[in-house]
Each structure stands twice: as structure tokens, then as C-alpha cells.
């Protein structure tokens, strides 16, 4: 898998479950902290926790 | 058949579709949105057709209804002016404008469209109109007062109001006015219409005068969310319908998520 298919792979995995996952933190968050940012955040988060969670393996030295 | 026929036709059909665009959706709403529509009433209003609107800037009240015959019926009343539209299923239509005594009707039977107000009324073809008939309809029309009420509570509308539905109604009311007063019709008349109807169904964006795409995002995601809490409260802790208000939940908010993420970045989409 090439460089740039695995990155959209992150990105489009990452954002589908970060979804419900700014959902759900939109209703625990109170109504002051609701802005715009939020599900940005949560997204760049949930991209970010795919990318990490599917970085190759290195062998063990 | 001459331009302006062209306009009066099409003005015809438009209001006969537009609202019955409006009613079948408000008729039939998707099952899993009619609680949120309850819980949340203002989480899709923007976008989605409604029977009934009050417009913020005029007060103006307007509302749609169904008859037993089929027809669908638009009615708005604002300060001294009554306005009722009757759209019939075989496509005939009926106008009337009152305002002060002043009482001007235009309907359609089939091909045969008549214009009248205060007791005058002039016949013609919807695809013969000529400027004879033209000369006619402005005479009958000219200095009415509710025509000029209506025009002038249409051009302070609600930038909301006009996106809606029944904002569009007033819109191409006030077209078929304007055409039969013998003004030119606007070139972009269209092209209006269907960014309008674009817009209504995709929700606003950043930027425009409705609400932005988080707010339409937020209003959808705690509607979903009520509406979950309503689903699994309905059910006993070892039903396993209370599965499918989880899915049902997920499928909404993941609806919403990529709406929004649309709604926030391919502006032109919906533009």
C-alpha cells in the first residue's frame, strides 16, 4: 500500500469514527463549551489515533 | 407563444409544484426524523419544508394546507393584507389578494387564465398573451393596494422566510404579478429558484443567513440524541430493541457528521 492510499485510508476511517465520537462529545460537553472547534478537534483526534494505530510494526531489535 | 407567456406558464407550474413539493414532505416525513422534529423543532426547520411559518421581519403568518379535494392551499395574512393561493391536482389555479377593500383574483382553468379585481376581470389564453390582454390586465391591476401591500411584505421577507418553502410561493406569486403588470421577467429567475431549493435542502452554510453548519450539525446531533434517550427509555433493559435505537443513533449522527463536513467545506456544493 503506497504512502499516500494508506494516509486517505487514515483520514477516511478517522473521520467515519469520529462521527459518533463528536457526538457524543458535543451532548457531555456543557453548552459554554460547545463551539465549532469541538468536532474539528475531535476529528483531527480520531484521524490522528488511526494513523498512530496503523503505523507499520517495527521488528524487534 | 411569446415570452411573456412563457413566464405566465411557467409561473403557473411553479406554484402548483412547489408547495406540493413541500406538502408530500411534510405529509410524510421519514420516520426516524419526526421525533427530533418534535424534540428539536428548530434542528431542521430551516431546511425542511413546513406547514406553518411566521416570518420574523413582517409577521407575517403563513400556512399550508391540504383539501379534501386534493388541492393544496397556501394562505398568508399579514397587516391588512390576506393573500390565498388554491393549487389544484390537474393544475388549475386560483389567486386571490386582499387589502382594504381591495380584492384582486387571478385563476386558471386549464388554458384560460382570468384576471380581475374589484368586480373587472379580463380573460385570455395562457399562451396567447398579447399586449392587448397585457394593456387589459394593467388597467384592471393598476393602482391596487393589496397588490401593493403584497409587494411590498414580499420585498421585507426574512432571508429564512425566503428560502423556505412557502417563501417561494410568495416569490413566484410576486413573478406572476410582475408579469401580468407588464414588467420584464428577471433573467434570473431560475437560476434563483434553484439555488433557493438547493439551499433549503442542504441546509445553510457558513456565512449565509440561515444557520451555520454547526449549528444545523448541533441541533441535529442532540435531536438524535433525545431521541435515543426517548427509544431506550421505551424499552426494558433486556429488549433487544434497545440495539437498534443505538444503531438508529449512530446512522443519524454519522448522517449528520458527513452533512456537516460537507456543508463546511464544498460550500459550492450547496451554493
Given at each position: 500500500m503506497s504512502k499516500a492510499t494508506a494516509v486517505a485510508v487514515n483520514v477516511l476511517v478517522g473521520l467515519l469514527l469520529a462521527g459518533p465520537v463528536a457526538a457524543l462529545t458535543l451532548v457531555v460537553l456543557p453548552e459554554k463549551w460547545r463551539s465549532p472547534a469541538v468536532p474539528w478537534a475531535v476529528a483531527a483526534a480520531a484521524i490522528a489515533l488511526v494513523a498512530f494505530l496503523r503505523q507499520p510494526k517495527r521488528p524487534p531489535d | 407563444m411569446n415570452r411573456r407567456s412563457v413566464v405566465v406558464v411557467l409561473c403557473l407550474v411553479g406554484c402548483s409544484w412547489r408547495p406540493a413539493a413541500a406538502l408530500a414532505a411534510v405529509a410524510d416525513p421519514p420516520g426516524p426524523q419526526r421525533s427530533a422534529a418534535a424534540s428539536a423543532p428548530q434542528g431542521r426547520l430551516a431546511a425542511r419544508p413546513t406547514p406553518e411559518l411566521i416570518d420574523e421581519a413582517t409577521g407575517a403568518a403563513m400556512h399550508l394546507t391540504r383539501l379534501r379535494s386534493g388541492a393544496l392551499q397556501v394562505d398568508l395574512e399579514a397587516e391588512n393584507l390576506e393573500v390565498r393561493t388554491t393549487l389544484h391536482p390537474n393544475g388549475d389555479v386560483d389567486l386571490t389578494l386582499r387589502a382594504e377593500g381591495d380584492s384582486c383574483v387571478v385563476w386558471r382553468r386549464g388554458e384560460h387564465v382570468r384576471v380581475g379585481r374589484n368586480g373587472r376581470s379580463v380573460g385570455f389564453g395562457a399562451r396567447s398573451l398579447g399586449d392587448g390582454e397585457l394593456d387589459q390586465i394593467q388597467d384592471v391591476l393598476s393602482g391596487s393596494s393589496a397588490i401593493r401591500r403584497f409587494r411590498a411584505m414580499k420585498s421585507t421577507l426574512s432571508p429564512a422566510t425566503r428560502r423556505s418553502v412557502l417563501g417561494v410561493s410568495v416569490a413566484v406569486i410576486d413573478l406572476l404579478i410582475g408579469v401580468l403588470k407588464g414588467e420584464p421577467p428577471p433573467p434570473h429567475v431560475d437560476a434563483a429558484a434553484q439555488s433557493t431549493s438547493a439551499r433549503a435542502s442542504a441546509d445553510s452554510w457558513e456565512g449565509g443567513d440561515g444557520p451555520s453548519c454547526f449549528e444545523s450539525w448541533k441541533q441535529e446531533v442532540v435531536g438524535a440524541w433525545k431521541d435515543y434517550e426517548e427509544c431506550i427509555n421505551?424499552?426494558?433493559?433486556?429488549?433487544?430493541?434497545r440495539e437498534v435505537c443505538a444503531f438508529e443513533w449512530v446512522l443519524r449522527v454519522e448522517s449528520a457528521w458527513f452533512k456537516f463536513l460537507g456543508c463546511s467545506c464544498i460550500p459550492m456544493k450547496v451554493e
Open positions: - | 421505551s424499552f426494558s433493559w433486556y429488549n433487544p430493541m
